[in-house]
């Protein structure tokens, strides 16, 4: 069956502008997780949606950070006013588990 | 201190041997632990995870885990080629996010 994919694949930007990256989970899959990888790191969580509950966003370095889930399925993860350390590859992640999660293939953020 | 702490590496082995990847967590609370593989420029995908002390096997990979340590291994049976990757362990406590080592990155030589 279909994968997590998200969109776009790659993207470039100016500094200060918005983004907005998007993510579909795998059909089902009531959990989704967005992440940041930054070149030769670890992943770096960053929001978590279950369900109908309130996200959590603990993981989120900055105001300028925002996620949305609609109905329980598509998310967009939003960067306003992008500044050079936000370039990394982002990861979205979906499972119907607790604790299995399945990555998408990620959008490559560069800011200039 | 770092919730998951791993050898950045690179390991080398010879197509064949054992290759050993080793992590260590902070949080006693721990409950669940992941390793996942990331080839150079893809996502990461689910090896193996492990809940329990002790080791689990599937195929040419054994989960090691001993909460008492707060140490959890991956060890690769006949290396090969392929295997050549960055090896992230994952830790997962009550709450519902994983916390990610840094990944060893291991290269297996033909």
């Known amino acids: 069956g279909a994968g997590v994919s998200q969109s776009p694949s790659n993207k470039v930007t100016e500094k200060g502008k918005d983004v907005e990256l998007r993510c579909d989970p795998i059909s089902g899959h009531t959990a989704l997780y967005w992440y940041r990888q930054s070149l030769g790191q670890g992943l770096e969580f960053l929001i978590y949606?279950?369900?109908?509950?309130?996200?959590?966003k603990s993981g989120l370095p900055s105001d300028r950070f925002s996620a949305e889930r609609t109905g329980g399925s598509v998310s967009t993860l939003t960067i306003q006013r992008t500044q050079q350390e936000d370039s990394a590859v982002y990861l979205c992640?979906?499972?119907?588990?607790?604790?299995?999660?399945?990555f998408g293939p990620g959008t490559r953020l560069l800011v200039l | 201190q770092k919730e998951v702490e791993q050898n950045s590496g690179p390991l080398s082995v010879p197509e064949g041997a054992i290759a050993s990847l080793n992590c260590t967590y902070s949080d006693r609370g721990s409950q669940s632990f992941f390793w996942y593989r990331q080839y150079s420029g893809k996502s990461p995908e689910l090896i193996m995870f492990i809940y329990s002390n002790g080791d689990k096997e599937d195929g040419r990979f054994t989960a090691q885990l001993n909460k008492a340590s707060q140490y959890v291994s991956l060890l690769i049976r006949d290396s090969q080629p392929s295997d050549s990757a960055t090896y992230l362990c994952?830790?997962?406590?009550?709450?519902?996010?994983?916390?990610f080592g840094t990944g060893t990155r291991l290269t297996v030589i033909p």
């Open positions: 994952a830790v997962n406590r009550a709450a519902n996010n994983l916390f």
């Open positions: 992640a979906s499972s119907a588990t607790k604790e299995t999660q399945y």
């Open positions: 949606f279950q369900g109908n509950s309130a996200p959590d």
